[in-house]
T-cell receptor
């Protein structure tokens, strides 16, 4: 079946604007993760959804960041009042089961001018 | 806390063998993952180790020693397409949230 998809693939925005990033996980995958990857850096965990449990938001860097997921489907990551330091690739991943291998989407490259 | 160390960069020759090391510190061990990430692309899964020993999968093998907090990824018969970043990841103790190392950039030259 189809893999994890993300949209948009690229987003250029002005400082102070809000942006919304979308992730469609693989159908049937119960867990969904968001990561941020700055140029030349490792993956930075942002938030984790597992089924209908409360999400683990421990990685969100500030209250400008929020994410939602409806059931076991689409997730959106919202960044309010974007700053230049938010420029990065935002990756989404899903897993079939807890602790399993992660299937990553192609990412959204966010550039804040 | 969680700490994962791996070399920043390695170079090797096409056809050779290379070993990429990863050391970690974690409270409560839930396994260790290796991912490959080509430039500009998303990471893809390579291996998962939860017990000590060597897991072989084609040209790639992964080794784990839990007592030493140590793993390595062994790549044999290197090909140019193996040039990529290799990420070591360990779930935080008692959770399913992996902490990723910064990755080892492998450059394979002719």
């Amino acid at each position: 079946g189809a893999g994890v998809s993300q949209s948009p693939s690229n987003k250029v925005t002005e400082k102070g604007k809000d942006v919304e990033l979308r992730c469609d996980p693989i159908s049937g995958h119960t867990a969904l993760y968001w990561y941020r990857q700055r140029l030349g850096q490792g993956l930075e965990f942002l938030i984790y959804f597992q089924g209908n449990s409360a999400p683990d938001k421990s990685g969100l860097p500030s209250d400008r960041f929020s994410a939602e997921r409806t059931g076991e489907s689409v997730s959106t990551l919202t960044i309010q009042r974007t700053q230049q330091e938010d420029s990065a690739v935002y990756l989404c991943a899903s897993t079939r089961e807890n602790g399993g291998e992660q299937f990553f989407g192609p990412g959204t490259r966010l550039t804040v001018l | 806390g969680q700490n994962i160390d791996q070399p920043t960069e390695m170079t090797a020759t096409e056809g050779a063998i290379v070993q990429i090391n990863c050391t970690y510190q974690t409270s409560g061990f839930n396994g260790l993952f290796w991912y490959q990430q080509h430039a500009g692309e998303a990471p893809t899964f390579l291996s998962y180790n939860v017990l000590d020993g060597l897991e072989e999968k084609g040209r790639f093998s992964s080794f784990l020693s839990r007592s030493k907090g140590y793993s390595y990824l062994l790549l044999k018969e290197l090909q140019m397409k193996d040039s990529a970043s290799y990420l070591c990841a360990v779930p935080k103790g008692g959770s399913y949230i992996p902490t990723f190392g910064r990755g080892t950039s492998l450059i394979v030259h002719p």
